[in-house]
Nanobody, 119 residues
Framework: QVQLVESGGGLVQPGGSLRLSCAAS????????MGWYRQAPGKQRELVAL??????TTTDSLKGRFTISRDYAKNTVALQMNSMMPEDTAVYYC??????????????WGQGTQVTVSS
């Protein structure tokens, strides 16, 4: 079974930077989509950014501060977060999606990593 493991979360001061990484438990195949969601206390899980075969999709309010990148050889995805604000405090989840040769879609979620922005 495929697992996604996040790392890099922690405490950062406003204006600081943090880099999250997510590694899949297998390199036997490449995901069609990899990216990040987040869930703040009392709120629903929301999209942060996705890397697809067509390009990137980033939440408008995060453009310019958050950058997503993929390493296809290692089957990992990273999220560089700059100029962080307290509103960025949330649990960040790695997400991956693939479609097999028969057209069936599979979705995977990491366990989540806590990111806290506070002075």
């Amino acid at each position: 079974q495929v697992q996604l493991v996040e790392s890099g979360g922690g405490l950062v001061q406003p204006g600081g930077s943090l880099r999250l990484s997510c590694a899949a438990s297998t390199t036997a195949f490449k995901f069609d989509i990899m990216g990040w969601y987040r869930q703040a206390p009392g709120k629903q899980r929301e999209l942060v950014a996705l890397r697809t075969t067509a390009g990137t999709t980033t939440t408008d309010s995060l453009k310019g501060r958050f950058t997503i990148s993929r390493d296809y050889a290692k089957n990992t995805v990273a999220l560089q977060m700059n100029s962080m604000m307290p509103e960025d405090t949330a649990v960040y989840y790695c997400y991956a999606e693939m479609t097999d040769y028969e057209g069936r879609e599979y979705n995977y979620w990491g366990q989540g990593t806590q990111v806290t922005v506070s002075s």
